[in-house]
């Protein structure tokens, strides 16, 4: 059975990256979709038994919305999603997910994706590929803008994932993103994962912490 990593942009007129796993972490696939249609293609050929989709899939406990103009509140005294509060303790930085955000078009997208996809009968999981690269890799790591910075994170993540030869050339940072995505998912589906966050909430799926340094 496959999985399937989607690192999703904040509107479909720019093309959102995927990677697709087999069930020994070997690359089906790695490339881009553009319009809902294109990733339902993709599904009905794959038929992935989980989703990974970079982006928040939830709102924080209160909240229905991200307008400001709406009189919905957060009900927890935190900042964010209480998933975004474990991630900030094991000292990850994130995006918090407020009225604030400055990424609400890619919540927006990434909660209307999700609920799609869950309706179709897809498991869909929120990963965080930044996340998953700190706590495999290290902090220690070239800044991600820099080609320095492409070139180590391909290494990197051929070593953790089968069959990237063939799109080395090719592939781009949104691009190993997508397959530190699917790699989430298929680590998920392996039982070495932690999920941070509460239920009600909506949880961040990242590498097991436990036994790893941050
Ligand atoms: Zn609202």
Redesign the pocket.
Known sequence: MAVMGIDLSASSKRGSAFALLDDKAGLIDCSQFFEPDELGGLLEKHKPELVAIDAPLSLPLG?????ES???SPTQSYKGRSAEQDLARIGIGCFFTTKRSIIKGVIYRGQDISQRLSIQGYRVIEVYPYATKVILFGKKMPSKVTSRGLAYLKERVSTIVTGVEGYMDHLTHDGCDAILAAYTAWLHGNDQTDALGIPEEGHIIVPKVSDRAT
């Open positions: 909240l229905d919305c991200l307008e709406h009189p919905c």
